[in-house]
């Protein structure tokens, strides 16, 4: 038989990305990537061209579209596989990234009638501007004791499904009504290319506080938060939820023209970017914990069992890998924290110095940043530029930036922005430690591994841990490949299981990055400063930075 290939389609905040895999090694045989066109909406709408408030985020769901249009025919041609040898696809997204669209599917927002409402609009993982309402969620699920609250680490984030709903509910009513269905985008992509809305048990259980045997909130919950949402389950939030690896459907005949492959091949469930990374790297046991780090970074853990973990962004059964408690933590922006100083606040002639140098000012930042000792910039940073979402679960909080002299470098806080990631990631390792869920070693994929090797090499020398890094260049696609090959299954050429796919596709490097002993001992030092600030910020020692953000809002 001829070898066998799948398709995964990652989509990232900036970008969508398609990689053909090969079926018997995992190996990515051709790769594109198509930015969005309409990037992240945080500043104006399309059309109307209307401010948007702070804290908004929105994406254009037609980019969705264009990335299967343009990527998927790409890495056909640059790879010359026959078509007939592609038994599947699979997609993985950020997440929660949701829409409401009609009994058609049609999202609301590429409608005349609505596309200037600006809740029509797709909103992105990192939309924060619902976290009133996610804060009288957790206020009410916590008077009713509500038993799901623990599962979600005590504290719901605005992020998540239900508080997003609530706020279109009440910001824009009419929206509310007019929508026949709201969904995660990785679902709305599913059903362009299938035909029909097939809900995944992944997006469900960490995004949607849905529960295998106890389905989402009640009626009674959800009428306590605002009586018009008390059937919200079972109309706008309607369907069967499906297991990862559940064949979806199969392609269209109008997608199969528009990307160039056979009507009729497997299309799987959606998945979420983290979560498809994680046997794309081998990791289908507990204890090893994986960080997809890229715009933000998740933090996804196997267990045997259900334990309480402070402001871990949930714990679902079966939610990564059949027959595991799978466990996510996360931090709400790291790349997005560089990309803002190299954007927003180096100094001109860094970013002379790079173009003459012909590097990138990250590269540029980075090797000068790699001459310093840990501690020797004087400098501490809190890495809250975009909230806290594990283990404060606020975003309200802000970034802060402490030491400054009037001999500070631009390497430096290049350098400290770097280091506070990597406390962030720390804080999060020991709340899963301290609430007894096992982290013996740490596994890094996406994009970041690959662009800098000092923010790794920090990584491990604050973490005192070793780290694993995959051995390919968009490990969700290649995870989302396999769930692909999963629902084909083997009578297509595919495998019966995640663990079999992972067993024979899965790829992490041969060199393991090791923590450096001298720096580990400087940085505990400045961790437990870290934590100190943590706490003093994030607990209540000391609400500035919600005042400053309160005083915001009058302008
Ligand atoms: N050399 C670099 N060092 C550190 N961060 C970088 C570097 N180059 C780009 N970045 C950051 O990487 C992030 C994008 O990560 P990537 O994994 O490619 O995308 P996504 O999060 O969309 O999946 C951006 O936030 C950008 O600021
Ligand atoms: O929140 C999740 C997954 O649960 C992510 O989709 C979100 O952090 C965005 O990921 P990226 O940083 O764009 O890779």
Redesign the pocket.
Same mark, same amino acid.
């Given at each position: 038989m001829n070898r066998k290939y799948a398709i995964g389609v !990652?989509y990232?905040?900036?970008?969508g990305r398609a990689v053909l895999v090969d079926l018997s090694n995992g190996h990515e045989v051709a790769d594109h990537v198509t930015p969005y066109a309409h990037h992240v909406i945080d500043e104006r709408l399309p059309h109307s061209g209307e401010a948007l408030e702070a804290d908004w985020a929105l994406q254009h769901p037609l980019d969705y579209i264009e990335v299967l249009t343009t990527s998927i025919p790409e890495v056909m041609k640059q790879s010359g596989i026959d078509p007939a040898d592609v038994i599947g696809i699979g997609i993985d997204f950020?997440a929660c990234t949701m829409l409401p669209i009609t009994e058609l599917h049609e999202p609301l927002c590429t409608l005349p009638a609505y596309q200037d409402n600006p809740h029509s609009w797709v909103k992105l993982w990192k939309h924060h501007a619902a976290q009133d309402e996610a804060n009288l969620i957790n206020e009410m699920a916590a008077k009713r004791g509500e038993k799901w609250l623990a599962r979600y680490g005590g504290k719901i984030s605005s992020e998540w499904m239900l508080a997003k709903i609530w706020q279109i509910l009440n910001e824009a009513p009419e929206i509310y009504e007019a929508a026949d269905q709201f969904v995660e985008a990785t679902d709305w992509v599913i059903s362009q290319l299938t035909g029909q809305i097939t809900r995944n048990s992944c997006t469900a259980g960490y995004k949607a506080i849905w529960h295998k045997q106890d389905g989402y909130p009640s009626e009674a919950f959800l009428a306590s938060l605002d009586p018009r949402l008390e059937k919200l389950a079972d109309t706008k939030l309607r369907g069967d939820i499906v297991p990862l690896g559940t064949k979806a459907g199969e392609l269209n005949e109008k997608l199969a023209a528009l990307t160039g492959l056979r009507p009729g091949i497997a299309v799987a469930v959606g998945n979420v !970017?983290a979560h498809a990374a994680v046997p794309a790297v081998g990791v289908v046991t507990p204890g090893k914990l994986v960080m997809a780090? $890229?715009?933000?970074i998740c933090h996804m853990l196997l267990g045997d069992e259900e334990k309480e973990v402070e402001g871990m962004c949930g714990v679902v059964e079966d939610g990564i890998i059949p027959g595991f408690y799978g466990y996510e933590a996360g931090q709400s922006a790291?790349?997005?924290i560089? =990309?803002w100083y190299?954007d927003e606040a180096v100094p001109a002639y860094v970013k002379e110095e790079a173009a003459q140098a012909g590097v990138?000012v990250? =590269?540029w930042l980075?090797g000068k940043a790699a001459l310093q000792q840990p501690g020797q910039s004087g400098l501490l940073a809190l890495d809250w530029w975009n909230g806290n979402r594990s283990t404060l679960v606020d975003t309200d909080l802000t970034g802060l930036l402490l030491g400054c002299t009037l001999l500070t470098k631009p390497e430096e806080i290049y350098r400290a922005l /770097?280091e506070s990631t990597a406390y962030g990631t720390r804080k999060i390792v020991d709340a899963f430690r301290s609430s007894g869920v096992a982290v013996d070693t740490l596994y890094a994929c $996406? $994009? /970041?591994p690959q662009?800098?090797r000092l /923010?790794m090499q920090i990584y491990a020398d604050v973490t005192n841990m070793e780290i694993r890094v995959a051995d390919s260049k968009h490990t969700?696609a290649v995870g989302a490949a396999m769930f692909a090959a999963v629902a084909a299954g083997p009578e297509a050429g595919g495998y019966a299981t995640i663990v079999e796919a992972a067993e024979n596709m899965a790829r992490v490097r041969e060199e393991a990055l090791r923590p450096n002993p001298e720096h580990a001992a400087v940085y505990e030092e400045l961790y437990q400063e870290y934590v100190t600030l943590h706490d003093y910020f994030g607990r209540g020692g000391n609400d500035v930075m919600k005042r400053l953000k309160n005083l915001k809002k009058h302008y």
């Open positions: !990652d990232g905040t900036q970008s950020t !970017d780090m $890229g715009t933000s790291v790349g997005d560089f =990309e190299v990138s990250h =590269e980075e /770097l $996406g $994009g /970041l662009k800098n /923010l969700p």
